[in-house]
């Protein structure tokens, strides 16, 4: 196994969803969003806890993503997010994937596949373009959409859905935004109402809704990032400190790497390329086997102070550029530090991490949600229970 290595905490990714589900109204399903490996998480472990956990539907973007779980096993229905080449739509009828479409060459494409094979009563959902701008229909198409869903006589309309553009920022005009679309998405029901026509299961809700607007859940919520450990935005976290009410999200991944080299460094002695870093005195220094390649960003080194990593409960700085494949950790005196010893670059503050992927994500000028999707495939991930 490789020095360098994801620990995920299936544990927390099960209090994770257990106390988001506490926060969804009762009558309304569960969605967990595990697409892009489940946010760098491992797809199909993430996947068996959350079906453990009794959630409704599971969520990819690609096709590929979702015969991953099929094969492993997995049996709950799963919603396609993205949309898919024509010569997918197969594998999407035949893995039983649940699209989100909205236009009429996917209607009939769709429901030409399901007549070759035979299939009737296949289920899509209605994308309704309220505000993100992405995908789906405008509000006024939408009973004529519906109606054409239902005169292919395969397809079933299974549900309805929207995704909104600000839910993470409390921001009043946002705020004001994101009650605009959510009037717009009822508008949709309405009108499709209105044609006789059952709207089916109709979700909106993504983790920033299911936090921050209880009234907005309709009959699902779709959570992702929180069910990983992290708030939405910042706004969101804002919000419920101001509110007072407590938030207890626990983060799943630990990003690891052993210490394989520990050498002494005289003063003024250059580490790493563009020698951008010279020993003021006499030091040591320690090389980790991960770099940028792994998902250790070079504009990790941007940030004010330095990145530290965790040695035996204490932070050290990354000097240096960090490489493709490998970085360095001035260890100062290096006592009770040995070679293989493991170096934490993020994760929970409880198990002794300096940074969480939302403070290196704050620092840099992104998201979360980037952190944990740009750990590389090359990073072994060990899962823990
Ligand atoms: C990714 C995604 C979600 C989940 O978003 P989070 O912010 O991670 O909760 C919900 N709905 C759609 C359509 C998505 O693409």
Redesign the pocket.
């Known amino acids: 196994m490789r020095a360098t290595f994801a620990r995920i905490h299936l544990e927390n990714l099960r209090h994770n969803i257990n106390y988001i589900r506490t926060k969804i109204k009762p009558s309304a399903k569960m969605c967990i969003?595990v697409?892009a490996d489940a946010y760098g998480h491992g797809a199909v472990e993430c996947a068996r806890v959350a079906v453990e956990c009794g959630v409704d539907f599971l969520a990819v973007a690609t096709v590929l993503e979702g015969i991953e779980l099929r094969k492993a096993g997995i049996d709950v229905p799963i919603f396609l997010?993205s949309l898919c080449q024509k010569e997918e739509i197969k594998d999407v009828v035949l893995n039983r994937l649940t699209p989100f479409i909205f236009d009429d060459e996917y209607f009939e494409l769709f429901a030409e596949e399901c007549k070759k094979l035979e299939i009737t009563n296949f289920p899509v959902h209605l994308a309704v373009d309220t505000g993100m701008g992405r995908l789906g229909c405008l509000p006024e198409q939408a009973a004529d959409k519906a109606q054409k869903i239902l005169d292919t006589g395969v397809l079933k309309l299974e549900g309805m859905c929207t995704?909104f553009a600000v839910a993470d920022s409390l921001k009043k005009s946002d705020i004001k935004y994101t009650k605009f679309q959510f009037e717009n998405f009822l508008r949709a029901i309405d009108f499709v109402k209105a044609k006789g026509i059952n709207p089916g299961i109709r979700h909106c809700a993504?983790?920033?809704i299911t936090l921050a607007f209880p009234d907005m859940h309709l009959d699902m919520c779709?959570?992702?990032?929180?069910v990983y450990g992290y708030y939405?935005g910042d706004f969101t976290k804002k919000y419920f400190e101001k509110s007072g009410e407590k938030v207890f999200l626990k983060p799943v991944m630990e990003l690891v790497s052993k210490i394989l080299s520990i050498r002494d460094f005289e003063e003024g002695r250059a580490v790493s390329y563009g020698r951008l870093w010279y020993s003021k005195q006499k030091t040591k220094i320690a090389v980790l086997p991960i770099g940028y390649a792994d998902g250790l960003f070079r504009r990790f080194n941007e940030i004010k102070g330095g990145l530290k990593v965790c040695i035996k409960s204490k932070p050290y700085s990354i000097r240096g550029r960090i490489c493709m494949d490998q970085c360095m950790v001035d260890i100062a005196d290096g006592n009770g530090i040995n070679r293989f010893d493991e170096a934490v670059i993020f994760g929970a503050k409880e198990n002794g991490a300096y940074f969480s992927a939302q403070e290196l994500a704050d620092l840099t000028g992104t998201i979360s949600?980037e952190i944990t999707c740009g750990i590389s495939k090359r990073v072994p991930r060990i899962f823990v229970n």
């Open positions: 969003t697409k997010f995704h993504n983790s920033a779709r959570s992702g990032i929180t939405p949600y």
